[in-house]
């Protein structure tokens, strides 16, 4: 038998600093009355988790007191298996790609692309925004054609048909393209063989994208960013050393406001490739930057 507001209070008290920073949320409607599960919702609405990212935590504090017959509000929830995440081997899996993708270059258009791919930036997405079918085939094969024989790995983003069609390394997909596809067309992705990123931004999400299977998480936005208008808050280092110790079967991806002053405390959480944007396109000697932010991937000598 547990006390619901002494446990909610014993959570808060021993995470409290790790998630310093966010404005308590409201706190969801239950969808049980067990005590473990009614304080972690309490508490992780407390710390300023959103409803759906509370409800994950909350179920899965009572998963653990469950499977191992305490609380423990000393620790936080980090089991895969409390989460309902596939167990391993995972029955939905997409093709693998490697464990530290490294310095992964985010790049508006193929001449970027290429660009960055001849720097030696080992993994590359091209993120082309457009509604217009013959630009956006014509930009996926510049972009295929712009890293041959430069080793980079080359994700597209959100067009995965033409990705298939014209040979692509990989796909990069939302969690709106995830929801938008249709089960034949899931199927057909992971049967392609290509490789598919998924992005995340909280608990439901990671839950949500874990049950695809995708090659890696892409966790983000780490801190603020200016490029696109984000749905949810800045996760902060806090969340994201949490996050990565949840899908550590995964390999994972930070993005977000991410430049060289913040990359030791991204890697600190112990991902292994970290994405960036205006970081590389916004400075004024894009190949200096991106040999600077590689220099600051590699593990330093010990
Ligand atoms: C590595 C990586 N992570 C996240 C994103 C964001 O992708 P998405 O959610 O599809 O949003 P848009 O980039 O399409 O605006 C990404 N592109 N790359
Ligand atoms: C494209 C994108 N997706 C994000 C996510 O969190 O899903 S953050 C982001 C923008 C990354 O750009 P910059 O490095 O310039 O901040
Ligand atoms: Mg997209």
Redesign the pocket.
């Known amino acids: 038998m547990h006390d619901t507001p002494a446990l909610a209070h014993a959570i808060l008290s021993h995470h409290a600093a790790t998630f310093a920073g966010f404005a308590p949320e409201p706190v969801p409607a239950p969808t049980s009355q067990e005590p473990v599960y009614l304080a972690a919702l309490q508490a992780c609405s407390q710390l300023g988790f959103i409803a759906h990212d509370a409800e994950c935590l909350a179920r899965a504090w009572q998963a653990r007191a469950l499977r191992t017959g305490a609380a423990q509000p000393e620790v936080w929830p980090d089991a895969p298996e409390d989460f309902g995440l596939q167990p391993l081997p995972r029955a939905h899996q997409f093709a693998p790609c490697p464990e530290r993708l490294g310095l992964?270059a985010?790049l508006p258009d193929a001449t970027w692309v290429g660009r960055m791919a001849r720097a030696g930036v080992p993994t590359v997405?091209l993120?082309f925004?457009s509604d217009d079918a013959a630009a956006i085939e014509r930009e996926v094969r510049a972009a295929v054609q712009a890293v041959q024989g430069t080793g980079a790995l080359l994700?597209i983003?959100?067009h995965w048909r033409v990705a298939i069609d014209v040979g692509a390394y990989g796909i990069?997909?939302?969690?709106?393209?995830l929801d938008a596809l249709k089960a034949d067309e899931l199927q057909a992705l992971r049967n392609s063989g290509l490789r598919l990123?998924v992005?995340t931004h909280g608990y439901a999400e990671m839950v949500r994208a874990d049950a695809v299977g995708p090659s890696y998480i892409?966790m983000?936005a780490v801190f603020p960013t200016t490029l696109?208008k984000m749905a949810t808050a800045p996760q902060g280092v806090g969340r994201l050393g949490v996050y990565a110790r949840l899908m550590r079967h995964y390999p994972q991806?930070a993005?977000g406001g991410i430049g060289a002053e913040q990359f030791a405390q991204v890697l600190a959480t112990g991902v292994g490739s970290i994405?960036v944007v205006r970081a590389l396109v916004n400075a004024a000697d894009p190949e200096s930057a991106a040999a600077q932010l590689m220099q600051h991937m590699a593990p330093t000598p010990v």
């Not at 990069?172 to 393209?177: A, K, S, V």
């Open positions: 992964y985010v997405q993120r925004k994700f983003n959100d990069h997909l939302g969690q709106e393209d990123g992005s892409a983000g696109k991806v993005i994405a």
